[in-house]
């Protein structure tokens, strides 16, 4: 693909997503890393495709709903390199370790884990391994899952087209910020799975993402001044809490 290729979307932007968002192994058209932000929710359908396999096989051999939403959360970090429980753990850090924004964007590109990312991971974990069990014990629970996976991502694209970009370099400064209509189709496909999946109740979880959404936007740009890879991935992280929340 080349550089001058000014195509809303193609079908190569869904290879380029799902490498961007994962570790599984597709080739990836890094110069269209920004309009490919309307596949995003694409690749939450195939990271829970895979995971919603193993949590199945998992339950086909008598494993308990707990183990169950254990094995669904470890597969998808599997899947995903941890990227968005990495995201939320140096926001936490960076956000209230320090008190100016150099500061704060320092610590958040620090490799080692402080006292706040350690209690958001614990708390991200604990609370998502609660719901997930709670959803696994009750029918539906895979199309539930698929549904908050595809719309936790369909998120993201709307803080990057929404803020500039905190620093100079990293993951998100590299793909640049996504045109509006990449946002949008990001969001439409994300409520239109979400509505297949779980009938109107879509509606409610879709307001309220969107309300915690731009609070998380109003955050890091009073906190950092703009988002960064981090901060999309904390983003991923509350969209998915609040809707297993709803639905558990």
């Known amino acids: ?63 308990s709903a707990p183990v169950a939403a254990a094995l669904w959360i470890g597969a998808t970090i599997v899947l995903t390199g941890a990227m968005h ?8 850090d960076g956000f209230w ?29 604990g609370l998502r391994w609660l719901l997930i069990a709670a959803l ?33 370099d990293g993951l998100s400064h590299a793909q640049g910020r996504p045109p509006l209509n990449s946002a949008a189709i990001a969001v439409a496909i994300g409520f239109v799975v979400a509505l297949f999946c779980l009938g109107w109740v879509a509606f409610k979880i879709a307001v309220l993402l969107a309300v915690a959404t731009a609070a998380t936007a109003k955050l890091a740009d009073i906190k950092i001044g703009g988002q960064t890879g981090d901060v999309l991935g904390a983003s991923q992280q509350f969209a998915m809490i609040i809707a297993l929340m709803i639905l558990a």
């Open 1 to 63: 693909m080349q550089k001058h290729d000014m195509s809303v979307v193609t079908l190569g932007d869904i290879r380029t997503a799902i490498a961007l968002l994962s570790r599984i192994p597709l080739k990836a058209e890094f110069d269209r890393s920004a309009k490919a932000a309307w596949a995003y929710p694409l690749a939450g359908i195939a990271v829970s495709l895979i995971a919603g396999l193993i949590t199945m096989i998992g339950l086909w051999v008598g494993l």
């Open 85 to 92: 429980e990495d995201g939320l753990a140096d926001c936490a």
């Open 97 to 125: 370790g320090g008190f100016e924004k150099p500061r704060r964007l320092e610590i958040m590109k620090d490799s080692q884990i402080g006292t706040y990312g350690v209690l958001a991971l614990v708390l991200s974990i």
């Open 136 to 168: 696994i014990a009750a029918d539906n629970w895979f199309w539930s899952l698929l549904a908050i996976e595809t719309l936790s991502r369909a998120v993201m694209p709307s803080i990057m087209h929404a803020l500039p970009h905190a620093r100079s």
